[in-house]
């Protein structure tokens, strides 16, 4: 029985999330870093509009390859306590690879998470509002073209 209720409680959980917000685009673009040994990465873009007002937001993980990424908001919004129906948030998110003096690579920005669910699409975003933790599967991402710092 309690099997029952916690997949019920995590299936109605992902599917009431998914009225939260309506997803925009999202994107990743890879970069390269113009000097020797100073690192290579991936930065993902999540563009959101809130469909309800929501008070105390936040953005946990994003999830891409079964693989936890700290999720930012943008610094415009960080300090802001409520958002409004029809607002636009965007969340990012990167994977780092740095060198360190002798080389090996540093793998930065990882953070060694459970899944808050299962999910068969590209990535999922986990984010909670008033402490109740929600999560909304992101259906495809678009790749732009990789950067090349010099």
């Given amino acids: 029985m309690k099997t029952y209720l916690s997949i019920f409680f995590i299936l109605s959980t992902f599917l009431l999330s998914a009225q939260d917000f309506k997803i925009i685009e999202v ?3 890879k970069w390269t870093a ?4 100073t690192g290579y990465g991936i930065k993902y873009n999540i563009k959101l ?3 309800k ?4 937001l936040g953005f946990d993980k994003f999830w891409v390859n079964k693989e936890a990424l700290k999720a930012t908001i943008e610094k415009d919004l960080k300090n802001k306590k409520c958002f409004s129906k029809n607002d ?3 969340v990012n998110a990167e994977k780092r690879v ?6 090996d690579p540093i793998i930065q920005a990882n953070v060694n998470k459970t899944l808050p669910i299962k999910y068969d699409t590209p990535a999922l975003l986990s984010y909670h509002i008033r402490k109740r933790n ?5 259906p495809k991402i678009k790749e732009k073209k990789q950067i090349f710092y010099q």
């Fill in 27 to 29: 994107t990743s673009q």
């Fill in 34 to 37: 113009g000097r020797a040994r």
């Fill in 49 to 51: 509009v809130c469909k």
């Fill in 53 to 56: 007002r929501m008070w105390r």
């Fill in 88 to 90: 636009t948030i965007i």
């Fill in 98 to 103: 740095k060198f360190d003096r002798y080389g």
């Fill in 134 to 138: 929600k999560s909304i599967a992101i």
